[in-house]
């Protein structure tokens, strides 16, 4: 009966631990962070994302199994910026890194009308949490403005 008991103690810590390593390694919290930088003198814009590598995994893999390059291609379905004439600024992947739980994404673009009156969509990972937040740091002209996209404001123009 010793033997029994300890073992069913064993097995029920076990689980016990699992239930509250998955419990405690979850995130309450689902945003994304995009900070978008300006280089006037080289006419570009410089993108920054992070995003918790278990959400954007689980995003890409929904939205494009079986492609070559889904990372790419789910950002650029999902975070796409017109300069103030109606022009997309088309992204192109520099690179990514992952620290623990979150991968930082860099991409650059060429932006020569700048940021102001800018457009930006942000969609990113709403396909997968109701309560997903995306917020957008801009930094131009000397200032920086912050946007805030929710599934009910997902399209946002810079001042």
Partial sequence: MRGRLTRW?????????????????????????TEVTYDPKA?????????????????????????????????GSKLQIQDRRGQAIPLRWVDARRTEEVIWIRMQGAAPAGLRGATIRNELV????????????????????????TRAARVKRLP
């Avoid at 076990?14 to 509250?20: A, F, K, N, P, Q």
């Fill in 9 to 33: 103690g064993y097995l029920g810590s076990v689980v016990l631990s699992v239930l509250l390593a998955g419990r405690l390694a979850a995130h309450p919290i689902h945003s994304t962070l």
């Fill in 43 to 75: 006419g570009r814009v410089e993108v920054v994302l992070r995003v918790f590598a278990d959400d954007f995994g689980t995003a890409v893999a929904r939205a494009h199994a079986g492609q070559t390059t889904p990372m790419a291609r789910y950002i």
């Fill in 126 to 149: 709403f396909d997968l949490f109701d309560d997903q937040v995306n917020i957008l740091k801009a930094r131009y002209r000397g200032g920086q403005q912050t946007l805030l996209f």
